[in-house]
């Protein structure tokens, strides 16, 4: 038997690695010193809604014309005030009618006769009733996908925790009237 020999190492040398800058083809940059931002820092104008689009007919029309002049009639946008003013004042004053700091009554102008029976007979939120903080709606976002129609997206905060709440407008009878509301 042999010994093995002391004077070869157990690894062999591995060439040196360089590294080499291969430049890509491009327009060339205004100034080279200076690299080119695509995002600036600071506050974005918020861009333009979108126009909405057209209001879907109703399934049949009325069999006679003394039927049109009952019911509920559609308002278009152009004849309806703020959307989301009105998003506003409808998620607060649920919030508090929840709370038990007005009546559910005073609802009633403002939502649909089959939401207002459900909003009557259904159990609240807890995180709405108890509790004495006071109930803050920090930010309301609407989006209006047809012309007469918004939905809202709000945010209602107590006792540091943060709470969504979404609801559908319908302009009805020249005025917002909720037709759908969820509470999270």
Request: proline share 15%; aromatic share 4%.
């Amino acid at each position: 038997m042999s010994a093995p020999s002391l004077s070869a190492p157990a690894h062999p040398t591995r060439p040196r690695l360089e590294l080499v800058v291969v430049r890509t083809p491009g327009p060339p940059l205004e100034d080279e010193r200076h690299p080119v931002r695509l995002l600036t820092p600071g506050p974005r104008p918020r861009p333009l809604p979108p126009a909405p689009g057209p209001r879907p007919r109703p399934d049949a029309p009325p069999d006679t014309a003394e039927d049109a002049d009952f019911g509920p009639t559609w308002t278009r946008r152009a004849q309806l005030p703020d959307a989301q003013a009105a998003g506003r004042r409808l998620v607060t004053l649920t919030l508090e009618a929840f709370a038990g700091r007005r009546p559910v009554t005073q609802l009633q102008p403002l939502v649909t006769p089959q939401l207002f029976a459900a909003l009557s007979g259904r159990r609240r939120p807890r995180w709405c009733t108890e509790g004495t903080s006071p109930l803050l709606v920090s930010s309301v976002r609407v989006c209006e996908p047809v012309d007469g129609v918004a939905e809202v997206a709000a945010v209602a905060r107590r006792a540091g925790r943060a709470h969504a709440v979404a609801a559908r407008l319908e302009g009805i009878d020249g005025r917002w009237r909720c037709t759908a509301l969820q509470i999270g």
